[in-house]
């Protein structure tokens, strides 16, 4: 049984670090049929729906307060997808998911009933959920997995010490204000500073990179092949777990 457990890590660690190198090498050719610009960091601009969720933080920040009232009902990114495991430890990184690679978290959703409703307005959605990062906990340098996609995060919950609490891309920094969105490439290399006493909150949002017809269907094609992988159907399985489990605590459940 051991055996068995060891060949099995070895043959997920092995298809994940071949998936990672076709998915670079596939990326260079997504950069010639992008519509936007091949930068780091993205202009708000590039999304007509960026002044849209701006304008409803008060709303988001709302329903986050609420959800936060139980941080214990919210899990460790790695315990949602071990893969994560490498940059996520303890309790330092927590996410509350909304949207799994297009898929709907119900129960979640039915919890922040205005957040969820804003999600659903945004074309090409396809990952977002309330990442929460306690005190002086540091992300290290990393790389997403697909060009295909571009993040954004809305500042919900940020320290009075914002200058001690960061995002490099690249060789770019930005400070996170709450309300304020940043777009930006998670290919690039990328780590998070919260170097304060003060946790610090965004709502983290992926959506489909902009692409001409040919980047479209290359774009299609690779998430499609993403999400039958194990990278994707096991935080969707965990998730589903977490949250039957949180149901069955419940008195009234």
Request: hydrophobic share 35%.
């Amino acid at each position: 049984m051991i055996e068995q457990e060891k060949q099995q890590s070895l043959k997920r660690r092995i298809t994940h670090m071949l998936g990672k190198k076709f998915l670079r090498v596939i990326a260079r050719l997504q950069s010639r049929h992008s519509l936007l610009p091949n930068d780091p960091i993205l202009p708000n601009s590039c999304f007509t729906w960026v002044p849209m969720m701006e304008k409803s933080y008060p709303d988001i920040r709302e329903e986050f307060e609420k959800v936060w009232l139980h941080p214990e009902s919210i899990p460790a990114f790695h315990q949602l997808s071990p893969d994560q495991s490498r940059i996520s430890k303890a309790d330092n990184w927590k996410t509350y998911p909304f949207f799994v690679f297009g898929r709907p978290i119900t129960q979640n959703c039915i919890q922040c009933p205005k957040t969820s409703t804003l999600l659903k307005k945004i074309p090409g959605i396809q990952n977002a959920w309330f990442s929460i990062l306690a005190p002086n906990y540091h992300i290290p340098p990393h790389r997403g997995p697909t060009k295909a996609l571009v993040r954004c995060h809305l500042g919900i919950k940020v320290p009075n010490d914002n200058a001690s609490c960061w995002l490099r891309v690249d060789k770019l920094i930005y400070n996170w204000s709450e309300g304020e969105c940043v777009l930006f490439d998670d290919t690039y290399e990328h780590e998070v500073h919260n170097d304060t006493a003060e946790y610090r909150a965004v709502l983290f949002v992926d959506v489909d990179r902009p692409m001409d017809n040919f980047g479209k269907l290359l774009n299609k094609g690779i998430l499609r092949l993403m999400k039958a992988t194990h990278y994707v159907k096991e935080p969707m399985k965990n998730i589903l777990i977490w949250n039957s489990n949180l149901r069955s605590k419940k008195p009234n459940a």
